[in-house]
Every structure is written in structure tokens, then in C-alpha cells.
């Protein structure tokens, strides 16, 4: 079982940066691929970035290549998302998840692989 908490959301100017964290519980964050998603108004929800158990593999959706960087501590049960160079189309809700913890090599990025959700942050980029 894995608890998620989402933090560090906001109003922002475009162009400006934020850094999101979400801190799990839980005996399985070491062993589990953190995926980052986002859901905008009347919009499905999105793959925005995962890495793997071990922070040796990541991957982004191409929309963020370049500015968008994820990262875990799993000494800390966290795992980050910091944004730079943000845009009003980054406006959304955005989720951390995790997988159910086998070690995976490549994570994920589809939302019906990831079994565990946090309540979500909301990030607003102003124009």
C-alpha cells in the first residue's frame, strides 16, 4: 500500500518555475516506477513524466522535453517534478501516481498501469 501527497502547486507567471513534490508512505516507494500526470478542465488525464524504481530511466511527454525534469529520493520517500520555462497550456491538475512495485526497469506511462493516486495539486500559468 502506498499513500501519495502532492505539494508545492500555485499561480505562476509564464515563463516562471515551480517544483512539485509528493511524499509517500509506505514500504513499497522504493520498489515502485513514480509517474507525473496532468488533467485541464474538460480534458482527459495526461502523461506528463515517470521514473523508474531506481531513477536510472525516465521519460517525458514531448511537450515538456527541455523543461520539465523528474527526480526521486527514495532516502526520502519523494519524488519531484520541477517545472521551468512554464506555459498557460501547463495549467492544470497534476498527479503523482505509483505502480504496484515490482522493480520495473521501464515505467510507465499510461494511467490504468499506474494503482496508486495522490488528490492532486492545481498549477496556474498566467499569461
Known amino acids: 500500500q502506498v499513500q501519495l501527497v502532492e505539494s508545492g502547486g500555485g499561480l505562476v507567471q509564464s515563463g516562471g518555475s515551480l517544483r512539485l513534490s509528493c511524499a509517500a508512505s509506505g514500504r513499497a516507494f522504493s520498489k515502485s516506477a513514480m509517474g507525473w500526470f496532468r488533467q485541464a478542465p474538460g480534458k482527459e488525464r495526461e502523461f506528463v513524466a515517470a521514473?523508474?524504481?531506481?531513477?536510472?530511466?525516465?521519460y517525458y511527454v514531448d511537450s515538456v522535453k527541455g523543461r520539465f525534469t523528474i527526480s526521486r529520493d527514495n532516502a526520502k520517500n519523494t519524488v519531484y517534478l520541477q517545472m521551468n520555462s512554464l506555459k498557460p497550456e501547463d495549467t492544470a491538475v497534476y498527479y503523482c501516481a505509483a505502480d504496484s512495485g515490482g522493480y520495473s526497469y521501464e515505467p510507465q506511462r499510461r494511467v490504468y498501469e499506474y494503482k496508486y493516486w495522490g488528490q492532486g495539486t492545481q498549477v496556474t500559468v498566467s499569461s
Open positions: 521514473v523508474n524504481w531506481s531513477g536510472s530511466v525516465k
